[in-house]
Nanobody, 125 residues
Framework: VQLQASGGGLVQAGASLRLSCSAS????????MGWFRQAPGKERDFVAA????????VSADSMKGRFTISRDKARNTMYLQLDRLKPEDTAVYYC???????????????????WGQGTQVTVSS
């Protein structure tokens, strides 16, 4: 399984971005896919996760209302809509996939099996 994240960029505060994560591989299947982010010198933080079968979602409380996760099952692609961006949202955003994840560990990066390479989001003030 390969995950390819894209859509990052340099934007001003208040702007929006849409990140994509495309999954490939003949045997691709997943239970949950998720987004994490990592700012320089900080740990990798959970952003949001989506259950592949029914699109139910889990989001970090601090990002609810600004970030929206979704998926297109037919395209094996997950999205993260980032609205009203703030300078503190600057980070590398990673997508991940896990076939054994359950709801209680969606926020744990160690629960995920596959990771994309990350896409840089930089928000200027």
């Amino acid at each position: 399984v390969q995950l390819q994240a894209s859509g990052g960029g340099l934007v001003q505060a208040g702007a929006s971005l849409r990140l994509s994560c495309s999954a490939s591989g003949r045997s691709f299947s997943t239970r949950y896919m998720g987004w994490f982010r990592q700012a320089p010198g900080k740990e990798r933080d959970f952003v949001a996760a989506i259950k592949w079968s029914d699109s139910s979602t889990v989001s970090a409380d601090s990002m609810k209302g600004r970030f929206t996760i979704s998926r297109d099952k037919a395209r094996n692609t997950m999205y993260l809509q980032l609205d009203r961006l703030k300078p503190e949202d600057t980070a590398v955003y990673y997508c991940a996939s896990g076939s054994r994840i359950i709801l209680s560990n969606t926020r744990n990066p160690d629960a995920y099996d596959y990771w994309g390479q990350g896409t840089q989001v930089t928000v200027s003030s």
